[in-house]
């Protein structure tokens, strides 16, 4: 069950690139499509990554709460893509944008959940590497049909029950994990 909470926590953490990759224009640019892509990409591996090395480096100094410390990591990161919901759903979290700089600075936003769940993901045991493979893998793909799809109604009510999912993984796997796990 941890494995499965694992994996899912890193498909809907991939899924946070979805809003930005939605509003980067690249019309017949396709070297800019691949560009923009690596960066959304590279920006939530690099985020998660170090959210792993800076977990490893001090959270072990939490160790005694790590309970509460992940329920409250995960609850306020599900709180928050919950609440995003609303924002995108009105296409306020969509982006129109279309250099290098502003998709790494939209992105890095966006990298700030992922930068968390890195940093409690100490106190899991699992296989790093795995995840930060997965991670990037699934932001590629989720970058490229951000990209290819048109910002619409039917786009944002999509990117918005994606993130509620999100939010609600996370909820539950702060309950799960914090209370029958740790």
Do not use: C
């Not at 590497?129 to 997965?134: G, R, Y």
């Amino acid at each position: 069950m941890l494995s499965l909470l694992v994996i899912l926590i890193i498909i809907f953490l991939s899924i946070q690139v979805f809003p930005v990759a939605v509003g980067i224009k690249v019309e017949g640019k396709p070297g800019k499509a691949v560009i923009l892509v690596v960066v959304l990409s590279m920006v939530q591996v690099v985020t998660y990554w170090l959210g792993l090395v800076l977990g490893d480096t001090f959270m072990h100094l939490m160790d005694d709460f790590r309970g509460t410390i992940f329920f409250i990591g995960f609850l306020l990161i599900g709180i928050r893509m919950l609440m995003e919901t609303f924002n995108i759903r009105k296409g306020e979290r969509t982006y129109s944008i279309d250099s290098i700089g502003h998709v790494a600075l939209a992105s890095l936003a966006q990298g700030m959940n992922t930068f968390l769940v890195g940093l409690l993901f100490y106190y899991i045991f699992f296989d790093e590497q795995a995840t930060l493979i997965l991670l990037f893998v699934l932001t590629v793909i989720v970058a490229i049909v951000g990209i290819a799809l048109k910002p619409g109604k039917l786009t944002l009510a999509f990117a918005s029950l994606l993130y509620a999912i999100g939010g609600l993984i996370m909820l539950i796997s702060a309950v799960y994990i914090s209370f029958f796990i740790l």
